[in-house]
């Protein structure tokens, strides 16, 4: 009896665990509903550098959120809770519109790509097409200049789906990148058919390098096989020298990640003399 009442206890506390994470959850839903019109919404930048030369090419646009009460609240939670509904298109629209706004007003001064994520359920929103172009009309920022990054899973959910409308993105003059590569259940073999430029290794093959032996075996074949089918690689989660040698000698196009700079505010981007 002792066993089954602690037992019982035990429910009962994670019962309100669950109901307070509930809550919190339906709480930043509706929290979400305004942040972007009361511009609590922002866009942080991470630089992306070419290994060869050691410049930024690209900068990666990455949501934040200043919530008024909770403080900073991390994308990892807020765009799963936005995606759950059709909140995450409007704040996708919202992202895309201020990123490439931001980077194409600082031409020419400011000469990178400009990468930006999509959800899955933004890849399945018929409007997709009409904001990316509008935005790429209204903004400063030449169609080639931006990148949008899509994960496997958006695209191995309907694969024909998503073909469809990466080609029509394409059309657009922009270029596509397949994020958190080795994180889902897609080969190289079906990405081959899809309009795609670059690759991103997930950050969970790079943390453990340059010890593990395996680990450079399986990093140095992913790029040796997206090279074969013409995509170019950006190694995610740099945070060590090492990382950066190891990943410049077995061939890695890119890197980004905390050793060459965190995600920053758009001013300390343009002060920190990206070469
Ligand atoms: P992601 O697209 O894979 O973005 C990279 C994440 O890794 C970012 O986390 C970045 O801050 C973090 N990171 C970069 N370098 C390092 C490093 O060296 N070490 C470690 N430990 N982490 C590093 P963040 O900004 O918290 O974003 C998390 C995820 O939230 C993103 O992962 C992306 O999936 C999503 N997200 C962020 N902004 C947007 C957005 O505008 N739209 C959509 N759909 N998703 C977004
Ligand atoms: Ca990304
Ligand atoms: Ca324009
Ligand atoms: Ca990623």
Same mark, same amino acid.
């Given at each position: 009896?002792?066993?089954?009442?602690?037992?019982?206890?035990?429910?009962?506390?994670?019962?309100?665990?669950?109901?307070?994470?509930?809550?919190?959850?339906?709480?930043?839903?509706?929290?979400?509903?305004?942040?972007?019109?009361?511009?609590?919404?922002?866009?942080?930048?991470?630089?992306?550098?070419?290994?060869?030369?050691?410049?930024?090419?690209?900068?990666?646009?990455?949501?934040?959120?200043?919530?008024?009460?909770?403080?900073?609240?991390?994308?990892?939670?807020?765009?799963?809770?936005?995606?759950?509904?059709?909140?995450?298109?409007? =704040?996708?629209?919202?992202?895309?519109?201020?990123?490439?706004?931001?980077?194409?007003?600082?031409?020419?001064?400011?000469?990178?790509?400009?990468?930006?994520?999509?959800?899955?359920?933004?890849?399945?929103?018929?409007?997709?097409?009409?904001?990316?172009?509008?935005?790429?009309?209204?903004?400063?920022?030449?169609?080639?200049?931006?990148?949008?990054?899509?994960?496997?899973?958006?695209?191995?959910?309907?694969?024909?789906?998503?073909?469809?409308?990466?080609?029509?993105?394409?059309?657009?003059?922009?270029?596509?990148? =397949?994020?958190?590569?080795?994180?889902?259940?897609?080969?190289?073999?079906?990405?081959?058919?899809?309009?795609?430029?670059?690759?991103?290794?997930?950050?969970?093959?790079?943390?453990?390098?340059?010890?593990?032996?395996?680990?450079?075996?399986?990093?140095?074949?992913?790029?040796?096989?997206?090279?074969?089918?013409?995509?170019?690689?950006?190694?995610?989660?740099?945070?060590?020298?090492?990382?950066?040698?190891?990943?410049?000698?077995?061939?890695?196009?890119?890197?980004?990640?905390?050793?060459?700079?965190?995600?920053?505010?758009?001013?300390?981007?343009?002060?920190?003399?990206?070469?």
């Amino acid at each position: 009896y002792q066993a089954k009442s602690r037992g019982g206890g035990c429910h009962a506390f994670f019962d309100v665990g669950l109901r307070k994470r509930v809550q919190r959850h339906m709480d930043l839903e509706q929290d979400l509903r305004h942040a972007a019109r009361l511009d609590q919404l922002w866009v942080a930048y991470q630089p992306v550098a070419e290994l060869s030369t050691g410049r930024t090419v690209a900068v990666e646009g990455l949501l934040r959120w200043q919530h008024p009460v909770h403080g900073a609240v991390s994308p990892g939670e807020f765009i799963p809770v936005a995606e759950e509904t059709d909140l995450i298109n409007r =704040i996708g629209a919202h992202m895309l519109r201020t990123a490439t706004g931001q980077i194409g007003a600082e031409r020419p001064g400011l000469d990178v790509v400009l990468n930006a994520n999509l959800s899955p359920r933004q890849l399945d929103d018929p409007g997709l097409h009409a904001l990316v172009q509008g935005t790429l009309t209204d903004s400063a920022l030449p169609a080639g200049d931006l990148c949008l990054e899509v994960t496997e899973e958006a695209i191995m959910r309907d694969p024909t789906a998503a073909a469809r409308v990466l080609n029509s993105l394409r059309e657009l003059g922009i270029s596509l990148a =397949i994020d958190d590569f080795g994180t889902g259940y897609s080969s190289l073999a079906q990405l081959r058919r899809l309009p795609l430029d670059i690759l991103k290794i997930d950050r969970s093959f790079i943390t453990d390098l340059p010890e593990s032996g395996e680990l450079r075996v399986i990093v140095s074949s992913i790029i040796t096989m997206a090279h074969a089918i013409g995509l170019a690689v950006v190694a995610e989660g740099v945070e060590t020298a090492q990382q950066l040698d190891l990943l410049r000698d077995i061939g890695c196009d890119h890197a980004q990640g905390y050793y060459l700079s965190k995600p920053v505010p758009l001013d300390e981007l343009l002060t920190s003399g990206l070469t």
